[in-house]
């Protein structure tokens, strides 16, 4: 088993930046993907952006150019950096690890990001 612990969350004006950061409770050794996914009122959870265990990353259309995915592979992390926010991010942030050997999911509790002036 795997927790995910998600933070960086809150209240931002429009034009602003947030980081958001999921750590790992253990290493993963196999090849996996680790991403952020999002959820707003009355819509169905989205991918935001993903990043494999070879760095390789994607990016939904929307936020390409304002966010970037890193990960640290010494502290099991993964990183959101979201710039130019606006309010149509505003969402519920997950993370989500995906092991492929297993194919086995793993999601964090979901952090809330709100764009508001």
């Known amino acids: 088993q795997v927790q995910l612990v998600e933070s960086g969350g809150g209240l931002v004006q429009p034009g602003g930046s947030l980081r958001l950061s999921c750590a790992a409770s253990?290493?993963?050794?196999?090849?996996?993907?680790m991403g952020w996914y999002r959820q707003a009122p009355g819509k169905e959870r989205e991918l935001v952006a993903t990043?494999?265990?070879?760095?390789?990353?994607n990016y939904a259309d929307s936020v390409k150019g304002r966010f970037t995915i890193s990960r640290d592979g010494t502290k099991n992390t993964v990183y959101l950096r979201m710039n130019s926010l606006k309010p149509e991010d505003t969402a519920v942030y997950s993370c989500?690890?995906?092991?492929?050997?297993?194919?086995?999911?793993?999601w964090g509790q979901g952090t809330q990001v709100t764009v508001s002036s």
């Open positions: 990043i494999t265990s070879g760095s390789v990353t």
């Open positions: 989500n690890l995906h092991t492929w050997v297993e194919d086995a999911d793993y």
């Open positions: 253990r290493s993963i050794f196999s090849r996996n993907t």
